[in-house]
Every structure is written in C-alpha cells, then in structure tokens.
C-alpha cells in the first residue's frame, strides 16, 4: 500500500510558477512509476506527466511541455512538479498517482494509488 500527499498548491498570477510536491509512504517508492493528473471544474481528469521509477524518462502532456517539469527523489519518497509561466487554463486540483508497472503510462485507470490533490487557482 503507497500513500500519497500532495502539498504547494495556491493561488498565482498568471506567469508565476509553483512547485508541487507529493509525499509517499512505504518502502517501495522506488519501484513505481509516478505521475500527475489535474481535474479542473466540470472536466474530466486530465494527464500532466508522468516520471519512470529510476526518474530516468519522463513524459508531458503537450499542454505543458516546455513549462512543467516533472522530477523525484526516491530518497525522500517524493514527486515533484515545478510549474512556470502559469496560466488561467492551468486551475485545477492537481492530484499524484502511482503505478506499479514503473513503465511511462498516461491513462489514469492504469495508476494504483492517488493522493487527495491541491488546488492550484491562476488568477488572470
């Protein structure tokens, strides 16, 4: 069992950044691949990127590549998610997600464990 805790939500102007950060429990951090979804109002959840287990490939949805960037320290048991040039189309709660393939996976049906999530709210 892997528990997740999400923490660095807030609210930013629009071209500010914010980093986010997900906590895990257990031993076996290292064994799972790690990504991060957001949900904004009246949406569906939607893939933001995902890190392999050794943090060796990574992968970004095209809405915030160039933007984002998605790292992990197994040592600490956390994810991270550096956000810069924020914008108003990036409010939503952002939630972490972990699955035990290790492999790079975008559907979230395919993750085993999620976080509660932060809200992160871009004001214009």
């Known amino acids: 069992q892997v528990q997740l805790v999400e923490r660095g939500g807030g609210l930013v102007q629009a071209g500010g950044s914010l980093r986010l950060s997900c906590a895990a429990s257990?031993?076996?951090?290292?064994?799972?691949?790690l990504g991060w979804f957001r949900q904004a109002p009246g949406k569906e959840r939607e893939f933001v990127a995902v890190i392999t287990r050794d943090g060796g490939t990574t992968y970004y949805a095209d809405s915030v590549k160039g933007r984002f960037t998605i790292s992990r320290d197994n040592a600490k048991n956390t994810v991270y998610l550096q956000m810069n040039r924020l914008k108003p189309e990036d409010t939503a709660v952002y939630s972490c997600a972990a699955d035990g393939s290790g492999t790079l996976v975008a559907i979230p049906e395919l993750f085993d464990y999620w976080g509660q999530g932060t809200q992160v709210t871009v004001s214009s």
């Open positions: 257990g031993r076996t951090f290292s064994r799972y691949s």
